[in-house]
């Protein structure tokens, strides 16, 4: 066979390999499930909001705020659990009625970002 050749067949079947199995080196971190809800209306406030991943998150740089309707955080530091990568989690100040935003950030163990921000409701 011709060097040519090699080289084609080599390139095609390297091309298919990454095309086939690369899939989860681009992963990001996207909220499967939170506490409360997302845009849920509560009866009692909550005393943290908590946001489940699909990927494990990177401690360093995924963040959570909660902002009242006055656009004050009312949220204290977010963590991501020792025990579960994909669980982020913040207290909450002692919240009344109104309504509420929470915005995060995430960085999955990868390295790509994501963000985004939903509502609840206090009753």
Not at 34 to 43: F, K, M, R, W, Y
Not at 59 to 82: I, P, Y
Request: hydrophobic share 40%; net charge positive; aromatic share 12%.
């Amino acid at each position: 066979m011709k060097q040519g050749k090699i080289r084609i067949i080599a390139w095609l079947y390297c091309t298919l390999f990454f095309t086939l199995f690369s899939g989860g080196a681009y992963a990001h971190a996207f909220p499967v499930r939170s506490s409360p809800e997302v845009g849920s209306a509560l009866a009692t406030a909550p005393k943290s909001v908590t946001i489940w991943y699909d990927a494990d998150l990177n401690a360093l740089f995924t963040k959570m705020t909660v902002k009242n309707g006055a656009d004050q955080v009312v949220s204290e530091n977010s963590r991501v659990s020792a025990h579960d990568q994909r669980k982020l989690t913040a207290l909450l100040q002692p919240i009344g009625p109104g309504r509420y935003m929470v915005y995060w950030s995430a960085v999955a163990s990868d390295g790509h970002h994501t963000e985004g921000h939903w509502p609840f409701t206090v009753k």
